[in-house]
């Protein structure tokens, strides 16, 4: 499932549909609320229809998060192996989320989150089939 949802977000990524990127990350994320992949698209889709402030509040949700789970957690949730399956996909050779990562790097740069640009950066590159 956690593919197919990939797929979908890339397939709206591409082809500009930015209503229906954003429906389908807000879905990840009901499901699993701290799914990186669904917040960072979810809030570039805000960011790339204008809704500046509301990407930021997101953008730094991750950022504050991105923190936090980097610290050593003794159990894993099913929500926490939901995630990571999600940035799997997202990050894997040919996923279509290339130039999302991309255009995310780009705008964390700009709200002055360096260290989560890297990450998607690197993220990029990853889907893009080159090795991080």
């Known amino acids: ?3 197919a949802l990939i797929d979908l977000l890339a397939a709206f990524y591409q082809n500009g549909n930015l209503l229906r990127m954003e429906a389908i990350a807000r879905s990840m994320l009901s499901a699993v609320p701290n799914d990186i992949v669904a917040l960072q698209f979810l ?3 805000l960011y790339l229809r204008g809704h500046t402030e509301d990407a930021y509040l997101l953008f730094r949700r991750y950022a504050t998060g991105a923190a936090k789970a980097s610290l050593p957690k003794p159990l894993l949730t099913s929500c ?3 995630a990571t ?3 799997l996909a997202a990050t894997r050779p040919g996923s279509g ?3 999302g990562w991309r255009s995310i790097a780009q705008i964390l740069t700009h709200l002055g989150f360096d260290r989560q640009a ?3 950066s690197r993220a990029a590159r990853a889907a893009a ?3 991080t």
Do not use: I
């Open 80 to 82: 926490e192996f939901a």
């Open 97 to 99: 989320l290339a130039q």
């Open 1 to 3: 499932m956690t593919l």
């Open 118 to 120: 890297a990450r998607a």
């Open 129 to 131: 089939g080159h090795q």
């Open 43 to 45: 809030a570039l889709s």
């Open 85 to 87: 399956a999600s940035y």
